[in-house]
């Protein structure tokens, strides 16, 4: 492993009060340059170099992890490349991570992934939200749904929101501007049983890259009729 990396994650990690062992650094190099190798085959992302996949894809992950200390079993809904669902699997080897994504060549380079950095804590879904959201071996099922970079705040709470227990939290991990986001969605949030616990606002360490965490707790079992049918919540948000 280049010492740079270690040196690197280690440094920004501890800013973001997340400690590192060998074996989880030696699982991110691993991550990275897997990442790099099917990314020549299918596009997973256009962030290539080192020092920005650590820091806006691993370290960028990360910042959820304070919110996961009393939840067991997550679920990362359009987890893409596997951000943030990859990174928590690595940190907290002892929940129970879902990684759903719509697209199945995404999911074979995760399932790539889970076997090359044995990550056992991991199961994989080929699936679209819409459509898992009204399953009923996942509906209400999780304690978290978390989702990054996804979609506009009112479609991503139809999508998240259907997956947690009354009691569990959404985590949505959104980028700079998200007041208008969030009074947008406060009539979906109400109608799908949830509530605005908190919005977290910071940088990414050393940068002036700014995030918002937005977490939305369960009050109430949602309505069966949610979440509606494949492509509606992104053509019709709810109002």
């Not at 999911?107 to 790539?112: A, P, T, V």
């Not at 947690?164 to 949505?172: E, M, Q, S, Y």
């Not at 009050?219 to 109002?239: D, F, Q, V």
């Amino acid at each position: 492993m280049e010492n740079s990396f270690k040196v690197n994650l280690e440094f920004l990690s501890n800013k973001i009060n997340v400690m590192l062992n060998d074996k989880q650094i030696s699982k991110y190099y691993q991550y990275m340059n897997l990442l790099l190798e099917w990314n020549e085959k299918i596009n997973l992302t256009s962030i290539t170099r080192q020092d920005e996949i650590i820091l806006k894809h691993f370290i960028d992950s990360m910042t959820v992890l304070k919110y996961l200390d009393k939840y067991n079993k997550i679920i990362d809904v359009g987890t893409g490349a596997g951000f943030p669902g990859i990174p928590i699997a690595i940190m907290k080897e002892e929940k129970s991570v879902t990684l759903m994504d719509s697209l199945n060549k995404r999911i074979k380079f995760l399932e790539d992934i889970k076997q090359k950095l044995d990550l056992k804590n991991i199961d994989l879904i080929h699936s679209r939200a819409e459509d898992l959201g009204q399953d009923l071996n996942n509906r209400e099922m999780y304690d978290v749904s978390v989702s990054r970079a996804v979609a506009n705040l009112t479609t991503l709470v139809e999508y998240l929101i259907p997956f947690i227990k009354i009691g569990g939290i959404c985590i949505c991990m959104k980028g700079q501007d998200v007041e208008e986001e969030i009074n947008d969605s406060k009539r979906a949030i109400e109608l799908l049983g949830g509530r605005i616990k908190k919005v977290d606002e910071f940088y990414l360490p050393d940068s002036d890259m700014k995030r918002n965490i937005v977490i939305i707790e369960k009050i109430r079992s949602t309505n069966k009729r949610y979440p509606r049918k494949a492509g509606l919540p992104s053509k019709e948000p709810l109002k």
